[in-house]
């Protein structure tokens, strides 16, 4: 028999389609003599330390660090059904096919599976990115040795292990520590989840001792030969060599949501918090069958995907009658910068799938993160926006003034995602107005200076941060993913974690630190 193992049950799924003549049985799936299972995520897990060592359960400085290798994994309580199922499975397989996600983690968590049950018949690999029927028949016809990836699975399991190790350690450390000097509770450290309170400290303390400086700005109104008048910083003459009015401008818009952007989205605009978000696309991907994987930190989509577009968007148009004009201003047959198989990571973006929703069954806040998801999606195969944007500089003795100002000849794909709103415009005044009367200068053209006006500034602190902010906060993650600590998922789940601990609270969407956490951190600081 040859056994594929999937990492979760709706891949499983797409490979039974994908070999032929699916039959659901409990925790597998039978397609002729072969038969297909999953994992529910990690089956195993690794052993807390009292597994290790019974004295272990008892806290004390002397332990430490504790002893923790070789690590030992013991099955996950809400799934030890399913493990049992894969292992049963396991001594009939002459041959497994690992369908673990094609990244270090989905790697790692079939593979300790079949360490776990000691399997050492051959094992191959199937890679596939894309939950569809035809891009896993495409992936099945190209099987690997999987011993191809044993350095994947192993740069896995080595951050795993530091996690324990990290995390156990550096917890009971600080914990006995803090109760030294009266503590009551567990300070928790954690690999993750103590760089994001490191950079909620940060920017408190950078907002705390902010010194403002002061600084002028200067602005003119020039009426101009013609009697039109501008306002804001611009006076005097058109220097020569300048520009002026330049030609058409594109911008071809937004890609479609990962998690991070999604959930950043809901708690900028929605107020709906990053673990609430992530919750949220679990039922509509598990219980509606309404969107593609949720946990994606990717941006891009498949050829595959690009096929299926008119297929997507036909059930998308019966679903949601209230986008119908942007329905019909839609057109498949333009593929964007969002189909790009190279950059395909382990997953595609978060889009809807072809299932038509009923939107009545949705909870509100389910349509509310549903909607955004197909309005970004449609906003593919809208067309671009196009402006026109000038630029003029006016020269006033030694001094020069520079004014600016777009003009929307096409809305495109913002009249979908922003109402059409011009947000690029840094004019006060009327957009087209004033793009009209800088379209119309030459170099040359004198005007009349009539106010000039100085203003006293101060500098602002760096802003704190929101969820929304924080989830975007950048350094040097992953091509094309905002942050590198942790993932999408986790990341929310930390934030959630922080919070419940009494690290922070959030007043006006704003993180605001507790006197816990800045105890934590004051030792930490140089």
């Known amino acids: 028999m040859k056994l594929f193992i999937a990492e979760k049950p709706q891949l499983a799924q797409v490979i039974g389609e ?13 397609c002729g003599q072969d038969s297909v299972t999953w994992c529910v995520g990690h089956l195993l897990e690794l052993a807390p330390p009292e597994m290790h060592n019974p004295r272990y359960a008892k806290w004390t400085r002397s332990d430490l660090p504790l002893q923790l290798r070789p690590p030992k994994y013991v099955a996950k309580p809400d799934t030890q059904a399913q493990l049992d199922t894969v292992g049963e499975l396991l001594k009939c397989a002459a041959l497994v096919v690992h369908a673990g996600d094609p990244d270090e983690e989905g790697q790692l968590l079939v593979d300790e599976v079949l360490s776990f049950f000691n399997y050492d018949g051959p094992v191959k690999r199937v890679l596939i990115n894309d939950l569809n029927v035809n891009a896993a028949r495409k992936a099945l016809a190209s099987l690997r040795d999987n011993q191809e990836f044993y350095g994947l699975s192993q740069k896995a399991l080595a951050r ?5 190790l990290y995390g156990f350690n550096m917890t009971r450390a600080y914990t006995l520590a803090g109760q030294e000097k009266g503590l009551k509770g567990v300070l928790s450290v954690g690999r993750v989840q103590t760089p994001i309170l490191g950079l909620i400290v940060n920017r408190y303390l950078v907002f705390k001792n902010h010194a403002a400086a002061s600084y002028f700005t200067v602005s003119a109104t020039m009426a101009m030969a013609a009697g039109a008048e501008c306002g804001g910083p611009v006076s005097g003459q058109m220097r020569d060599g300048d520009r002026g009015p330049r030609g058409r401008e594109t911008d071809t818009g937004p890609l479609p949501f990962s998690l991070l952007d999604l959930q950043a989205q809901m708690s900028r605009q929605q107020g709906i918090d990053a673990e609430k978000t992530l919750a949220l696309t679990q039922a509509l991907r ?113 001094k020069a003034f520079i004014a600016r100002a777009n003009h929307t000849t096409l809305a495109g794909w913002t009249a979908l995602l922003s109402g059409g709103v011009d947000e690029d415009d840094d004019n006060p005044y009327d957009a087209d107005s004033s793009f009209s009367i800088l379209a119309a200068l030459a170099v040359g053209d004198v005007g009349r200076c009539d106010t000039v006006s100085v203003s006293k500034e101060k500098t602002r602190p760096q802003p704190l941060y929101t969820e929304a902010s924080l989830l975007m906060a950048r350094d040097e993650g992953k091509a094309g993913e905002n942050g590198g600590i942790g993932t999408p998922a986790t990341r929310a789940a930390m934030l959630a974690t922080l919070q419940k601990r009494g690290f922070y609270t959030v007043e006006k969407k704003k993180l605001i630190l507790t006197r816990w956490a800045l105890s934590l951190s004051r030792p930490c600081r140089r």
Do not use: M, W
């Open 160 to 164: 795993s292990i530091g996690d324990q």
């Open 18 to 30: 994908a070999l032929g003549q699916p039959r659901r049985r409990s925790g597998y799936i039978e």
């Open 286 to 398: 598990e219980k509606h069958k309404a969107i593609t994987y949720n946990r994606s930190d990717c941006n891009y989509l498949s050829s595959e995907q690009y096929a299926e577009a008119p297929d997507t968007l036909a059930a998308q148009r019966h679903a949601l009658p209230e986008l119908a004009e942007s329905f019909r201003q839609s057109d498949t047959r333009r593929k964007g910068r969002a189909f790009d198989d190279s950059k395909v990571s382990a997953h595609t973006a978060i889009i809807p799938t072809a299932t038509q929703v009923d939107i009545n069954v949705l909870t509100p806040d389910e349509r509310v993160v549903y909607l955004a998801i197909v309005r970004q999606y449609l906003a593919q195969f809208l067309p671009e926006k196009r402006y026109q944007a000038a630029q003029v500089t006016f020269g006033v003795e030694d």
